[in-house]
């Protein structure tokens, strides 16, 4: 059975740090790349991050420019978003995903098949 299973979400004040995980099983993130998404309440789910498959190539939303970064580990079949100097406005599900596509040093935030099942980010005081 394909996976993505996210981890690492939590309760953190302002100006804090977490690492999400985005773990794959029953298949090999190699030829995917994965994107991280978030959605607050009452907003659409937005695209926060992705990371081509090869690595090469990153983007980020401007919204976490600067503070987020997206990296990944294909001997751990696992793709990591950092993110630092939270704001209260970083409060959402945070789910990662996953698309095979045939330019492996792009990304964007269309098309994805594999879904995890989100981890709550909460940035309050």
């Known amino acids: 059975q394909l996976q993505l299973v996210e981890s690492g979400g939590g309760l953190v004040q302002p100006g804090g740090s977490l690492r999400l995980s985005c773990a794959a099983s029953?298949?090999?993130?190699?030829?995917?790349?994965i994107g991280w998404f978030r959605q607050a309440p009452g907003k659409e789910r937005e695209g926060v991050s992705c990371i081509s498959s090869n690595g090469d190539g990153t983007y980020y939303a401007d919204s976490v420019k600067g503070r987020f970064t997206i990296s990944r580990d294909n001997a751990k079949n696992t793709v990591y978003l950092q993110m630092a100097s939270l704001k209260p406005e970083d409060t959402a599900v945070y789910y990662c995903?996953?698309?095979?596509?045939?330019?492996?040093?792009?990304?964007?935030?269309?098309?994805?098949?594999?879904w995890g099942q989100g981890t709550q980010v909460t940035v309050s005081s």
């Open positions: 995903a996953a698309v095979n596509l045939p330019t492996r040093s792009v990304c964007g935030y269309r098309g994805y098949v594999y």
């Open positions: 029953g298949f090999t993130l190699d030829y995917f790349a």
